[in-house]
């Protein structure tokens, strides 16, 4: 006969097997992922975006996307006829934005190789008194925050960014061509996604919107050079963009390698300032 079970001893706790867990994780993430998308394209034609709190940012109303064409210009062409619709387009931004592999190579292999460059070229801004430390600062079309990541680490505290799908804490979402921000927020506004723009003169306003007298906005963009799939539109000539912005000066237009992009454009919003007015 068999010895009686010590009762002295505890039960043993059971043990969960981990490889179903393993299997069952790829699995969460699709469907996470279906819902999300799912939640982003079931707005109506006219994008509505509620505003979101983000820092000390107070919301505002919604800002309506209208679906009438930028005005034509001979420096852009878009592609517009890919998209039956603004939810259309949406859907083919967040393909590239949702993307598991690009993600994962945002957050590996070139987040430190891109915060550093990002860095380098804010210090630079901020030594020639286009940037201070306590500059509010946007990041438009930031994907998972790289360029806020470089503006903190440089000393600019109040830096965030917007996307269509959100990155906390670093990046909030927020669509380019309805900023969920009042008025006059930021001292300074950085962006490398114009190309992305289905209404360029809508990308503009809005940055134009949301700057401080003064402000200051840096764009990056390629010129004569077609961008990858997703690009919205193709710059052909710098005089494209500067012209959808009536309300900035220019500051200057330089030739810079970023990242694919080749020049960097700097505006500074038109009206009073207390920081000293670069001479153009």
């Known amino acids: 006969m068999a010895a009686a079970a010590d009762s002295s001893k505890p039960p043993r706790a059971a043990v969960v097997p981990a490889r179903p867990l393993l299997l069952a994780l790829p699995f969460l993430s699709l469907l996470l992922l279906h819902l999300y998308v799912y939640s982003t394209s079931s707005r109506p034609a006219g994008l509505s975006v509620t505003a979101t709190t983000v820092a000390s940012t107070t919301a505002t109303t919604p800002t309506t996307v209208p679906l009438t064409p930028s005005p034509p210009s001979p420096h852009i062409r878009m592609r517009r006829s890919r998209y039956r619709s603004y939810d259309d387009y949406l859907r083919h931004q967040l393909n590239k934005t949702l993307d598991p592999r690009l993600r994962r190579v945002w957050a590996t292999r070139d987040w430190r190789r891109k915060v550093d460059a990002f860095a380098r070229l804010f210090a630079g801004l901020r030594d020639e008194g286009l940037l201070s430390d306590a500059s509010r600062a946007l990041c438009v079309g930031a994907r998972l925050g790289q360029e806020v990541a470089a503006l903190r680490q ?3 505290r109040g830096a965030l960014g917007i996307d269509l799908a ?3 804490p670093l990046v909030a ?9 009042p008025d006059a927020t930021f001292d300074f506004e950085f962006s490398n996604v114009f190309d992305h723009a289905l209404y360029p003169d809508r990308f503009a306003a809005e940055v134009e919107r949301t700057l401080r007298p003064g402000g200051v ?21 710098v005089r494209g963009l ?9 500051v200057r237009v330089s030739k810079v390698d970023a990242f694919g992009l080749d020049t960097e454009v700097i505006l500074r919003k038109k009206g009073s300032s207390r920081r000293r007015r670069r001479r153009l």
Do not use: E, I, T
């Open 217 to 237: 906005a840096v764009l990056h963009v390629a010129v004569h050079r077609r961008g990858d799939k997703y690009s919205a539109n193709d710059l052909l000539d």
């Open 242 to 250: 500067v012209g959808l912005f009536p309300r900035c000066d220019v």
């Open 154 to 156: 440089v000393g600019v």
């Open 166 to 168: 959100p990155a906390p």
């Open 173 to 181: 979402r927020g669509d380019f061509h309805a900023q969920p921000f």
